[in-house]
């Protein structure tokens, strides 16, 4: 059973920085990419980023520049580097992972901001 857990929320003021990161289990695992959406109340889920097996990187566009997509050397987590959070970046931060035709979630960080 593959499990993914984020962290890294939390509530930041307007203009803050937060790194997200995102791993999994089990470690023996073909992954093909892994990315980050965020889903805000009453909205539906949104595309962020994502880097697969090769490093390539993509972004969603609402990304602004602002977001950085990266995974460690060991490639068991992938983390997301957000710069000049704002207001309407409150939202559940959520990692995906893609291995095959498997498709799997975490349950999400919360990020919050305000000013």
């Known amino acids: 059973q593959v499990q993914l857990v984020e962290s890294g929320g939390g509530q930041v003021q307007a203009g803050g920085s937060l790194r997200l990161s995102c791993a999994h289990s089990p470690t023996i695992l073909t992954i093909h990419s892994m990315g980050w959406y965020r889903q805000a109340p009453g909205k539906g889920r949104e595309f962020l980023a994502s880097?697969?097996?090769?490093?390539?990187?993509r972004y969603g566009d609402s990304v602004e520049g602002r977001f950085t997509i990266s995974k460690d050397a060991a490639q068991d987590s992938v983390s997301l580097q957000i710069s000049d959070l704002q207001p309407r970046d409150s939202a559940r931060y959520l990692c995906?992972?893609?291995?095959?035709?498997?498709?799997?979630w975490g349950p999400g960080t919360q990020v919050t901001v305000s000013f």
């Open positions: 995906n992972l893609m291995s095959g035709r498997a498709e799997y």
């Open positions: 880097i697969d097996d090769r490093g390539r990187v």
